[in-house]
């Protein structure tokens, strides 16, 4: 049981482009998260997925685009990189909503020059 | 909107001291309560939780009450240890949809 995984752990990207971060569960949760952690910020909410085929904004989403592929896999994607988006995200997991808590991911820490 | 409030850190602390850390919630409603922990260059784990009033959670020697009157859930440990040493984060969750984290408190603990 690997739990949340994430990929890649570090990415350094030039502003313009674009790349995908990874995420996937082994526990058959429904509900799948995705935060950036900024210091003296804490975590906010980019994208959420409540189940699959379904996705809704959270605080932050401008600047991403998510897919839920189906109910391991929960992708964000930044089109056109932005040095405001450097950033640790990291990845959540839940069997429905949070109410119980969530299991997160280990991060992925990215830099954008 | 719902949001958490925490104590600015860092905390520094001896080992075997006694620790403190505030925390306290804005909510409309009943929201359940967390505190989760953050070890170095590690993802965030849930280290207790309490879901209704008057609720104590309990994990690894760490406790926290959920006090609706003063709408506070503040972690106490007896006795700390090096390890620690982590960040930690207290959130809310309300209506089953996200988490609503604090900004984080850094403890320090030196031997």
């Known amino acids: 049981n690997a739990g949340v995984t994430q990929t890649p752990k570090f990415q350094v990207l030039k502003t313009g482009q674009s790349m995908t971060l990874q995420c996937a569960q082994d526990m058959n949760h429904n509900s799948m998260y995705w935060y950036r952690q900024d210091p003296g910020m804490g975590l906010r909410l980019i994208y959420y997925?409540?189940?699959?085929?379904?996705?809704d904004k959270g605080e932050v989403p401008n600047g991403y685009n998510v897919s839920r592929l189906n109910k391991r896999e929960f992708s964000l994607r930044l089109e056109s990189a932005a040095p405001s988006q450097t950033s640790v995200y990291f990845c959540?997991?839940?069997?429905?909503?949070?109410?119980?808590?969530?299991?997160f991911g280990p991060g992925t820490r990215l830099t954008v020059l | 909107g719902d949001s958490v409030t925490q104590m600015e850190g860092p905390v520094t602390l001896s080992e075997e001291a006694f620790l403190t850390i505030n925390c306290t919630y804005t909510a409309t409603g009943y929201p359940s309560l967390f505190w989760y922990v953050q070890y170095p260059g590690e993802g965030l784990q849930l280290l207790l939780k309490?879901?209704?009033?008057?609720d104590k959670g309990s994990n690894k020697g760490f406790e926290a009450t959920y006090r609706k009157e003063t709408t506070s859930f503040h972690l106490e440990k007896g006795s700390v240890q090096v390890s620690d040493s982590a960040v930690y984060f207290c959130?809310?969750?309300?209506?089953?949809?996200?988490?609503?984290f604090g900004k984080g408190t850094t403890l320090s603990v030196s031997s």
């Open positions: 309490a879901t209704k009033a008057d």
């Open positions: 997925s409540a189940s699959e085929g379904t996705t």
């Open positions: 959540a997991s839940s069997l429905r909503g949070l109410a119980g808590g969530g299991f």
């Open positions: 959130a809310l969750n309300q209506a089953g949809t996200a988490l609503i």
